[in-house]
């Protein structure tokens, strides 16, 4: 089993979706009314607006603002990436081939698919501090 580290997890969640799907499921649950029992004790009231609580959370949340983060630096990247590229770690993430089939499958060598995967990781690891 090859070793996978985060920056390969994180291309492979952005390939397959997974990274769209996180940033809107944590804005979906940030977005829950958040109801709060103050067990019979007096405390002043909050004068915001549910929608403005909300908006206020989503806003300053930091997990979600690093997940959009990561997505606007793969979506920048990767819109400048050559074909091979992102025909290579398609195949790799999406299609789920190891590199042997993906290096069968483009006629390229495994050497070549490898140099491809570091120069491509090496580009977004300083921006995403991985």
């Given at each position: 089993m090859p070793k996978v580290d985060k920056l390969d997890r994180l291309i492979g969640d952005y390939l397959t979706g997974?990274?769209?799907?996180?940033i809107k499921m944590r804005e979906l649950y940030l977005r829950q009314?958040?109801?709060?029992?103050s067990l019979g004790v007096q405390v002043q009231r909050n004068n915001t607006a549910p929608q403005e609580a909300a908006y206020i959370r989503v806003e300053?949340?930091?997990r979600l603002t690093?997940?959009?983060?990561q997505k606007e630096v793969l979506d920048t990247f990767w819109a400048i990436a050559d074909d091979d590229t992102k025909e290579a770690l398609t195949l790799?993430?999406?299609?789920?081939?190891?590199?042997n089939g993906v290096s069968v499958e483009m006629y390229i060598s495994r050497?070549?698919?490898?140099?491809?995967n570091c120069k491509f990781k090496d580009s977004i690891r300083d921006l995403l501090s991985m």
């Open positions: 997974r990274l769209d799907a996180a009314p958040k109801y709060q029992d300053s949340d930091d690093n997940l959009k983060y790799y993430h999406k299609r789920g081939l190891n590199w050497k070549a698919l490898y140099k491809i």
